[in-house]
């Protein structure tokens, strides 16, 4: 009987530790995986160039609501974990928050009207004055790191308008909001836009595998754009700078 016993909890474990495997290597958890990474190279890149600074980092206000998709709180938690890795205690992490939503979106973000192929639809669903009601709550922070983009109404934002700190560091933005390559140029060196990161045209699929070399994987995924090489990638990838309408 102990052996028979034994032999159950040894199977159960092994099938176990089988299924853990395959929701480490699902097509989901890579994709969450890219995630990381992407917001790890950002990081990665603002606490060399701004040790010693304080983050304000804004994430998706939906995922304080329960019952949602278990596929939207992973994705919040992965762009975080990637953050605190990059960070790795040169810049401090200083909040996490949440803009608020307009009025309109609170119980049906469908309501919306957002741009075909926009990257951060969460621009079209927040409050116009959110951004700058969370930059006064955290007036210590030099930087604000934007998981969700930039409010499509840019121009009405006074944090973004003023000029010196905060600075914003974005993930995979919608540049049409910024505005064509010469408004994208002009804030990224007066490192009002600090640094962004975008999907490398011809890259593999988030789902794809990752490799063992982290960075030599970023490279091989995404482009992080800098003061320092934003004018060679408007030359090399001139498309993704392209001013096309919002609509």
Do not use: H
């Not at 119980?107 to 079209?124: H, V, Y």
């Not at 006074?158 to 993930?171: C, D, I, M, S």
């Not at 408004?183 to 490192?191: L, M, S």
């Amino acid at each position: 009987m102990r052996f028979k016993a034994l032999l159950v909890v040894l199977l159960a474990g092994a099938a176990f530790a089988i299924a853990w495997i395959a929701s480490k290597n699902s097509p989901k958890q890579r994709a969450l995986l890219s995630r990381e990474l992407a917001t790890e190279g950002l990081a990665q890149y603002l606490a060399q160039r701004y040790p010693g600074q304080r983050a304000l980092v804004i994430s998706n206000p939906y995922t304080q609501r329960t019952g949602l998709d278990k596929g939207v709180y992973a994705q919040e938690g992965a762009g975080i974990r990637g953050l605190r890795k990059g960070f790795a205690g040169k810049v401090a992490l200083g909040a996490v928050v949440f803009p608020e939503l307009k009025s309109v979106v609170q119980d049906n973000p469908r309501s919306a009207e957002i741009p075909a192929g926009s990257t951060t639809p969460l621009s079209f669903l927040v409050a116009e004055d959110a951004f700058d009601k969370l930059a006064q709550q955290q007036a210590g922070c030099d930087i604000i790191v934007s998981l969700i983009g930039l409010p499509a109404n840019l121009d009405r934002v006074e944090v973004w308008k003023r000029p010196g700190k905060p600075k914003f560091a974005l993930l995979l933005p919608d540049l049409r909001i910024v505005g064509d390559a010469a408004d994208i140029r002009n804030a990224v060196k007066a490192e009002k836009l600090a640094a962004f990161v975008l999907n490398k045209p011809g890259a593999p699929l988030e789902q794809a595998p990752l490799g063992k070399d982290r960075k030599a994987e970023f490279e091989r995924r995404f482009i992080l754009v800098t003061p320092d090489n934003i004018e060679q990638i408007l030359k090399d990838y001139p498309q993704l700078f392209a001013a096309r309408p919002l609509q």
